[in-house]
Each structure stands twice: as structure tokens, then as C-alpha cells.
Nanobody
Framework: QVQLVESGGGLVQAGGSLRLSCAAS????????RAWFRQAPGKEREFVAN????????YYRDSVKGRFTISRDNAKDMIYLQMNSLKPEDTAVYYC?????WGQGTKVTVSS
């Protein structure tokens, strides 16, 4: 059973930065890509960014391009999400995803 554990969320003022981490354990299959999603209150979960595990290629939703950076550490089986220039609309619970597996989420609140 794969476990994904996110950390790094918190309260930050608009314009600030946070770095989220996602640690994986128990994985017995090859990971092709890992991703970050988020879900704001009253809204559906949405894709934020993903990273190809072998090539390191990345893809972002338009609203975070130039502000967020996804990265990976293959040796540690972790991914990160560096979030800069945060906006109140980035407020959400952020989830790590790998295939059918999801973490429990970490809450990010951006105050105006």
C-alpha cells in the first residue's frame, strides 16, 4: 500500500512563499509521474502541476505558471512544490497524487 504524506502548508500573506513536500512510502511499482492537485472550499479538486519521474519534464496549470515550481528527488522518492507570489485564490488544500494514490492533503491559506 502506497502512502503519500504532504507537509509544508500554512498561513501566509499575499505575495509570500511556501514550499510543500510529498513523501512516498510503500511503493512497489514504477512511478511515471507525480502531481499536485488542490481543492478550494466549495470547489472541485483541480490539477496544479505534474512532473515526469524519469525525464523531469513539468507541466503547470496556467494560473500558477511562473509562480510555482514542481521538483523531485528520485533518491528520496519525494516531490516538492515551491510556491512564490502567493495569491488569496491559491488558498486550498493541496494534495499529492501518484497514479490512484492520494495523500491526506496540506492546507494552504493566503491572506490578503
Amino acid at each position: 500500500q502506497v502512502q503519500l504524506v504532504e507537509s509544508g502548508g500554512g498561513l501566509v500573506q499575499a505575495g509570500g512563499s511556501l514550499r510543500l513536500s510529498c513523501a512516498a512510502s510503500g511503493r512497489t511499482f514504477i512511478t511515471y509521474a507525480r502531481a499536485w492537485f488542490r481543492q478550494a472550499p466549495g470547489k472541485e479538486r483541480e490539477f496544479v502541476a505534474n512532473i515526469d519521474w524519469s525525464s523531469g519534464s513539468t507541466y503547470y496549470r496556467d494560473s500558477v505558471k511562473g509562480r510555482f515550481t514542481i521538483s523531485r528527488d528520485n533518491a528520496k522518492d519525494m516531490i516538492y512544490l515551491q510556491m512564490n507570489s502567493l495569491k488569496p485564490e491559491d488558498t486550498a488544500v493541496y494534495y499529492c497524487n501518484d497514479a490512484k494514490y492520494w495523500g491526506q492533503g496540506t492546507k494552504v491559506t493566503v491572506s490578503s
